[in-house]
């Protein structure tokens, strides 16, 4: 959609003015506030157009205008100051980023703790799809004559486990002759690459035992299958919103975050950055998700997504996503 630059200056005004306010917006109130430099007539008939074309909603209790669902998209699309974090906010962002860390799993917990501290909005965090990392490494530790715990590194620092039971006695040595077998076949593959057919392979091509290998491979199939960790962080705080004041919206937004099948679709994205906004996508109506890879010198960690009302400060919260994303990705932690 094309917009002259008084249009866009009009539409841009009335989008930062709801977000600040939430009070349905005049054209007396944005004049001199952003320097609009033309009369309050030429600012209503400007609205009045913008409505037309369905970026501006009129509401019924007010002359002034609010924006819409395609309004906010024009506005993030084309309008947004995505590099509005002042001196302070950056300085925090670093001092939570260079925190020592153990596991990537703490490092996506700081970062996801960052966000919804400086945004106050609720953020979610997921593990990265399991089936797109590759194998550093798998242990085999025996427990007990007839229990094993099976231990998968990858290569972004994710860590699997599970423990696997056995019908009869397994040694020491034919552990290790697992591990092996396993780390020869396996080794730098994708986490997809384990299914049955390397059962198949192990057996026929080694020679091993069938009843020793089929629980190990049947076990670790499902620890690699299960449903991805969620991390979320900053529920009461985004409930602070005045959207929230209204039960209703309150309890939509309670009934959104246990929508873990849509969360985990709209997180679960190739793309390294995506803005979801209002009913452009069924289920989040009232609501708004911008979401981004999380990553670390180029290693996927997961995804990170930003949650709250349509009237979302979205100039701040991508300003905070892609300055921590860019952060992240350039090995700040290494």
């Known amino acids: ?37 033309c009369s309050s007539a030429t600012v209503r008939n ?3 157009e913008l409505e037309k074309r369905g970026l501006l909603e009129k509401t019924h209790t007010s ?11 024009f506005y993030v699309d084309e309008l947004l100051n995505d590099n509005d974090l002042d001196i302070n906010e950056i300085k925090y962002i670093n001092s939570r980023l260079q925190s020592k860390v153990d596991e990537m799993e703490e490092l996506t917990k700081i970062a996801t703790n960052t966000i919804s501290e400086i945004t106050h909005y609720t953020t979610i965090a997921i593990e990265p799809n399991t089936s797109r990392q590759k194998i550093e490494e798998i242990k085999f530790v025996l427990l007990g004559s007839r229990m094993l715990m099976a231990i998968i590194l990858t290569e972004v620092g994710t860590i699997k486990e599970t423990i696997i039971k056995f019908d009869q006695d397994v040694t020491q040595e034919q552990v290790d002759t697992l591990s092996i077998m396993f780390n020869n076949k396996l ?44 991390y979320l962080k900053g ?23 246990d ?10 994205s190739d793309s390294d950055f995506n803005v979801y906004i209002g009913n452009e996508v069924s289920g989040l109506n009232d609501f708004s998700l911008i979401t981004f890879k999380n990553r670390v010198a180029g290693k996927d960690l997961g ?15 991508i300003s905070v996503l892609k300055y921590i994303s860019r952060e992240l990705n350039k090995g700040l932690l290494e």
């Open 1 to 37: 959609m094309e917009l002259d630059n008084r249009k866009k200056r009009i539409l841009q005004a009335i989008v930062n003015e709801y977000i600040n306010t939430i009070e349905p917006v005049s054209s007396n109130s944005i004049i001199k506030k952003y320097n609009l430099d």
């Open 46 to 48: 400007e609205m009045v």
């Open 63 to 73: 002359s002034g205008r609010v924006p819409s669902t395609k309004g906010y998209r």
């Open 187 to 230: 080794k730098g593959k994708l986490l997809s690459t384990i299914n049955m057919p390397i059962e198949q392979y192990i057996v026929q091509q080694m020679n091993y035992r069938l009843d020793v290998i089929k629980p190990i491979i049947k076990q670790i199939t499902k620890v690699l299958n299960d449903e991805s960790k969620l």
């Open 235 to 257: 529920t009461e705080q985004a409930l602070d919103n005045p959207e929230f004041k209204s039960n209703e919206i309150a309890k939509k937004f309670l009934g959104l975050l």
């Open 259 to 268: 929508e873990r099948n849509l969360i985990f679709d709209l997180l679960d």
């Open 303 to 317: 995804t990170i997504g930003i949650i709250g009302p349509t009237r979302m400060d979205y100039s701040k919260v």
